[in-house]
């Protein structure tokens, strides 16, 4: 009789630290670009987010974006059981798209003219990380052996629901940069917020029913 061993625990707490560390380091890269304004020129606050409001508006948005996906982020390696290549890759592909987030951020402001190209950058950027995000997420909640159990399963739809809203932003800024894609983009906080806590009513009985018997966690 030939004994079979299940395949080794892989503590995910390196892979969690090594990633807020990352995201660490993407928030406070934002703020770099500030350190070049010169307050020598303005004398007022009014003067200052007249001369520097595109600027200090692009930081805070990208900042709770960052916090936003980050706080998902977080949430959800709550669950994690063990990690495996697969996993380890998608978070690092996430990963790759949190650190350009500074850089799209400057090419919001600082191309000359009204900044088409930057639009479309920073929407792409953002649904690339909606995309590996969700991904990430349903392969945690979908497969037993990487959570830690009592997952209450969600339609493979609802962890990409932040794709689906940067990709509404994506194809705004592609088709209508200067008038919609601006408008979509520059609010996206306040729907990112109420994506990140709204769940369909499936959801919300599955949760009720596994409660009921003393397990589940809700899906991100």
């Not at 990352?22 to 009014?46: C, R, Y």
């Not at 692009?58 to 709550?78: C, E, G, R, T």
């Not at 650190?99 to 402001?109: G, K, R, S």
Request: aromatic share 14%.
């Amino acid at each position: 009789m030939v004994e079979t061993t299940a395949p080794p625990v892989r503590d995910p707490g390196r892979a969690a630290a090594f990633s807020d560390a990352v995201v660490a380091v993407a928030m406070t890269a934002l703020v770099l670009p500030l350190l070049d304004i010169d307050l020598s020129s303005v004398t007022t606050l009014g003067a200052l987010w007249s001369k520097y409001g595109g600027q200090f508006s692009a930081f805070l948005l990208s900042f709770f974006i960052i916090a936003i996906y980050w706080n998902v982020h977080h949430k959800v390696w709550f669950l994690v059981r063990t990690v495996t290549p697969v996993l380890l890759w998608i978070n690092i592909l996430w990963l790759l798209g949190i650190v350009l987030i500074p850089f799209t951020t400057i090419a919001i402001y600082e191309i000359s003219g009204f900044p088409v190209l930057g639009f479309q950058l920073y929407s792409a950027v953002v649904l690339y990380i909606s995309i590996t995000l969700g991904l990430m997420i349903h392969l945690i909640m979908s497969r037993p052996e990487l959570n830690v159990g009592g997952v209450v399963a969600s339609p493979w739809w609802y962890p990409l629901r932040f794709a689906f809203w940067w990709a509404l932003v994506f194809v705004a800024c592609l088709i209508d940069a200067e008038g919609l894609g601006q408008y979509l983009l520059e609010w996206s906080a306040i729907p990112l917020f109420a994506l990140g806590f709204w769940q369909p009513s499936s959801i919300k009985r599955a949760n009720a029913r596994a409660a009921a018997v003393g397990e589940g966690v809700p899906p991100e």
